[in-house]
């Protein structure tokens, strides 16, 4: 059985930085994500690791967020925040390798899911 647990939210200014984690119980795969929901809107991808080695970033994170993966967690690096980042972030894998050419359209590709963890980042 899949168990995702992120941390690493919490409140932040404008410019500042947080490491997101997520620890991945039971899973061998390589297809892991990260989605963000801010309140009365849908969920956004944000970034997402490919079976293929390949990374894709929500161009509204790009120069500013990395993903990573190792010893079984998963993170994101999350720079010069801004308020627009403000969301539940949420951390996905997959059952099967999955190929996210657009991050927008990768939700339906991921199994499993966490709980989330809440970043607040505030002028």
């Known amino acids: 059985q899949v168990q995702l647990v992120e941390s690493g939210g919490g409140p932040v200014q404008t410019g500042g930085s947080l490491r997101l984690s997520c620890a991945a119980a039971?899973?061998?795969?390589?297809?892991m994500a990260w989605f963000r929901q801010a309140p009365g809107k849908g969920r956004e991808g944000v970034a997402a690791?490919?079976?293929?080695?390949s990374i894709t970033y929500a161009d509204s994170v790009k120069g500013r967020f990395i993903i990573s993966k190792e010893n079984g967690t998963l993170y994101l690096q999350m720079n010069n925040l801004e308020p627009e980042d403000t969301a539940m972030y949420y951390c996905?894998?997959?059952?099967?390798?999955?190929?996210?050419?657009?991050?927008?359209?990768?939700?339906?590709?991921?199994?499993?899911w966490g709980q989330g963890t809440q970043v607040t980042v505030s002028s």
């Open positions: 690791l490919n079976g293929d080695g």
């Open positions: 039971g899973y061998t795969g390589n297809s």
């Open positions: 996905a894998a997959a059952s099967t390798p999955v190929r996210a050419g657009n991050v927008a359209y990768a939700e339906p590709l991921f199994d499993y």
